[in-house]
């Protein structure tokens, strides 16, 4: 499986956000935990709703959340 | 572990010792005859009907414990399994077209039914197989 080149914040963000658990995000986007620790690693990108709603719970805009290189980097 | 992994675990392992035990019971009964002779109706449909109850028996018994937000399938459980699916279906058409070619050049009846069985049996562990490489080395739908 060829790895995603989409970095993403979510566990810096979720311990700026009242130290949110694993468990509480999965609960609030409908995932179950396994799959957030999926996405924090970096081993599934969710789907674009999904995204969004990651974004959304932890207050901040989708850009914050997940990151893509430049491609000159 | 995420328990729709859990669950392609279950299936591999279940259908690997269905068939190894299956082709086992196959080969000692022929015993030095030639193995169209082997009466392998019955042992095949236990195989099957054996493996189909110990697949959900043992979902059941992992489910015990486990909380409902874990587990149902989410859209990651899904996408993976669809993936696993569409893999493992190509051995269930291969197995069909092999049973149906065979039919027709009108060979014994025990490599007609043995070649479908294979396909289910390597379907079933290339789709359980599919699925697992997802859960453990990622899947990316981006």
Avoid at chain 2, 43 to 61: H, K, R
Wanted: hydrophobic share 50%.
């Amino acid at each position: 499986m060829k790895p995603t080149r989409v970095t993403n914040s979510i566990r810096t963000l979720r311990f700026a956000h009242g130290e949110m658990t694993q468990a509480d995000l999965a609960e609030r986007i409908g995932v179950t935990r396994q799959t957030v620790i999926a996405i924090e690693q970096g081993k599934y990108s969710p789907s674009l709703e999904v995204a969004f709603q990651i974004a959304r719970v932890l207050g901040v805009p989708l850009d914050d959340v997940f990151q893509y290189p430049d491609p000159s980097e | 572990m995420a328990h729709q992994e859990k669950r392609a675990w279950i299936m591999l392992v279940v259908t690997v010792v269905a068939y190894t035990a299956y082709v086992a019971v196959v080969l000692t009964r022929a015993h030095g005859a030639p193995i169209t002779e082997v009466a392998y109706a019955a042992a095949l449909i236990a195989s099957i009907v054996l493996a189909i109850a110990a697949n959900v028996l043992l979902d059941i018994v992992t489910s015990i414990g486990t909380p409902r937000s874990e587990y149902q399938a989410d859209a990651r459980d899904k996408e993976i399994a669809r993936i696993g699916d569409l893999t493992g279906q190509s051995f269930l058409v291969i197995g069909a077209l092999a049973g149906m070619g065979l039919a027709m050049l009108e060979a014994d009846s025990f490599w007609v039914a043995n070649v479908i069985y294979l396909g289910f049996v390597l379907s079933a562990v290339l789709g359980s197989a599919t699925k697992i490489a997802g859960y453990r080395g990622g899947f990316q739908t981006w």
